[in-house]
């Protein structure tokens, strides 16, 4: 006899005390489990493979300094990245006439203020009346991708 309540999602058996189980029910059970998970696993829609598990797993990285006042400063990294983000921890990206933001990408250019390396290893920002990326005192957050 099947169950006399079934669960919302996948309508499974859940048997009462009064319920008597029968082997059929375990089975269908566990035909909709299989099916259900195994839909589940093969859509590539919402499953990554390994390869794209090890690119996210090193997609990014943070680097934070903070600004010395000196019209440039240079900060090498052991990461090596394609695109870079720098904003000031706590200001607006442009605030005041200051912008204190820039983005670049290896072998394409950068925002003013803001050049990155050749080899993707490093960059150098700028301080100056309107370019705020080495502001003294300032923490400032680089966010790397590659």
Known sequence: MPSTNKTANLSLNQWAETDRPMRNDFNSDNALIDSALGNHVKNSNIHVTAEEKEFLKDSHAVHMYTGTG?????????????????????????????????IGYVGLGSSSG????????????????????NESGVQYKAIMFN
């Open 70 to 102: 000196e019209s440039s400063k240079t900060v090498t990294l052991t990461e090596k990245f394609r695109c870079i983000f720098v904003f000031a921890n706590g200001k607006a990206l442009v605030e005041s006439g200051k912008v204190y933001s820039a």
């Open 114 to 133: 803001l050049s990155v390396s050749a080899s993707g290893t490093g960059f150098t920002v700028s301080q100056s009346d309107t370019v705020c990326l």
